[in-house]
């Protein structure tokens, strides 16, 4: 079994924090600060959790300087003030940066008990199906 450091757990919390963050600043309205906030929580918490270096080395390889670029302008579009225009950017740079791993967790989330029960249900199974496929892994 895989040991969690002190570090991970807080990294698991900062994310969390950040998520919530990014949550709430959204339902607000798009609020600057509370985006801001959460921007900077969610990139400290993966730092925390995968380490530094591996996390310059994932954002910065060369096949995703496409998805960092639209990730990291959409952050200092929101730090700039145009929340929406810099979410939209963000969310655009995270699907590029993480659909490696939305297949993983798809696979995963079928396993859990609740969960994986509605993903089976006929309309979301569908969706998933195409989520979980794991095409994108090879090219």
């Not at 939209?88 to 994986?116: D, K, M």
């Amino acid at each position: 079994m895989m040991q969690i450091t002190d570090f991970q757990k807080i990294g698991v919390g900062l994310a969390g924090f950040g998520i919530a963050f990014l949550f709430l600043g959204i339902l607000f309205f798009f609020d600057k600060g509370l985006l801001a906030i959460g921007n900077i929580l969610f990139i400290a918490g993966l730092a925390f959790v995968i380490g530094l270096e591996r996390t310059f080395r994932f954002f910065f390889q060369r096949h995703k300087v496409k998805a960092t670029g639209f990730f990291m302008g959409g952050i200092f579009v929101v730090l700039l003030g145009w929340p929406v225009i810099g979410m939209v950017l963000e969310i655009y740079g995270f699907f590029l940066l993480f659909s490696g791993f939305f297949p993983v967790a798809v696979n995963f989330l079928r396993r859990v008990p609740v969960i994986g029960t509605i993903l089976n249900l006929p309309g979301i199974r569908s969706v998933a199906d195409k989520v979980g496929e794991s095409n994108s892994m090879i090219s």
